[in-house]
């Protein structure tokens, strides 16, 4: 029997099927590694910065260079699943958030300049092609909820050049910040990407920007263009009113200030891993509860009856004139070597319970030992936004300190539970906000004027603090709008 007679319509077919099966198996193939590539943000950005850094060589290299970046952009692909798996299993123990932004922690010297071993700087800001403003996001009102400190440190004018002379800007200071030597030498010194600014304390009305320390001051009629800071560190309740005062910008710890002054920012490696396995114990040897070092027995949070409240359902030892316990301040050290070795819990209560009033009594005395810090102060949601994921308890979590002192004892019988909260070691660090250099970044933007209808309305108006616990002060807040 011969073989059947192939005719141009029966080849057509032959092809036409074939192809489609090919297309078919490059799909998927490509599917599989577009979703390898999501599962790892960190690894999407190298290649979009790949393709940045090699589509200027491909233009006068094409073809030959195109096979040499081909291999690399498929080696990195091939990376990409290789640390798939490792990522998903570090995710495991904790939420993880997405992000453009993230840090990759395996490689120091990628961070940006102002990490550890970071040598990034950045690049002047993109530009919207139909507004033709930038798109760096750095003022409050371009993000609620971010407080915009790394935008900031990483903002360099869309038409600021390095190269060429600028006319420097001038920032008068007529009291307080002593660090605040007059001339240009501590934006050279801390490196400033924008570098370009003075301080002065004379003649107010040559300055750019005049910053008021904790309160203002008659400095003359203010220039056009001319821009007033109020700068405080401390609550409301420790700060003088502001009433009258024509205020520009605001730098104080809250997140809705025009430059946020955070008594410490922390900053992921990488904002896709939260927590990692500890290989440390520390519950390991101690045999104590908790501990707390204070000093002003009458704040305005009532944090002393809920300790001594707490204390009737476990240990709480209280150091300094508030308690019966001493460890000199002359011995700090000594102190919280103690602290380390003895107790499972530290109460970092702040003395005022006000929105982003987080000091360093959590970030310093809490997080900077090896030990479970339990807080109050700010409300529970701006402790999440600050803290490192799962690094302490809110006292707002429970019902009341009896409540609280039972979950404590939970804690201390089950190591490994207690150790959970500190997976977060090792997933980030302090970082320096060079307050200087976001000052001097941000008066070189080209942004409109501002003007706060109310300054004090805005720090200490309703709602921004509150006497009583943030859960008590939310329920009496529904029931007032129940009745009304």
Known sequence: MGLPRLSLKRCFLYVFCLTGMLLVLMNVRQ?????????????????????????????????????????????????????KDVINELNSTGTTILSENSIDSLAPSIRPWYMKGGTRRPHPAAKSRRTGRRLARLWPEEDTYDDRVTNQLMFLPPDYNRTEEHRFKKIMVPHGMGEAKVGSDIFVQHRCPVNTCTIVRDNPNEADLILFKDYVTYVG????????????????????????ALINWTATYRRDSDIVAPYERWQYYDSSIKQISQTFNYAANKTKKVAWFVSNCHPRNQRMHYAKELSKYIQVD??????????????????????????????????????????????????????????????????????????????????SPKELATYLHRLDHDDELYNSYFRWKGTGEFINTFFWCRVCAMLHDDRPAKFYKDVNEWWRGEGVCTTSSWREHESSKKARLRNT
């Not at 690894?43 to 260079?65: A, E, F, N, Y």
């Not at 096979?67 to 990195?76: E, L, P, V």
């Open 318 to 399: 209280i150091y300094g004139a508030c308690g019966t316990l001493r460890c000199p301040r002359s011995q700090s050290q000594t102190c919280f070597d103690m602290l380390d070795e003895d107790y499972k819990f530290y109460l970092a209560f702040e003395n005022s319970n006000c929105k982003d009033y987080i000091t360093e009594k959590f970030f310093v005395n809490g997080l900077g030992h090896n030990v479970l810090p339990i807080v109050m102060g700010a409300h529970p949601s701006d402790y999440a936004r600050s803290a490192p994921y799962r690094s302490y308890i809110h006292v707002d979590e429970f019902a």
């Open 221 to 244: 009629r203010r220039p056009r263009n001319q821009v007033w800071m109020l700068y405080f560190l401390e609550c409301p309740y420790h700060t003088q009113s502001v009433k009258n």
């Open 31 to 83: 599917k599989e590694i577009w979703h390898a590539m999501r599962s790892d943000p960190i690894q999407v950005q190298s290649l979009r910065v790949l393709g940045d850094t090699t589509k200027s060589q491909m233009k006068h290299d094409w073809p030959l260079k195109t096979k040499k970046s081909t291999i690399r952009i498929m080696q990195t692909i091939r990376e990409t699943i290789k640390r």
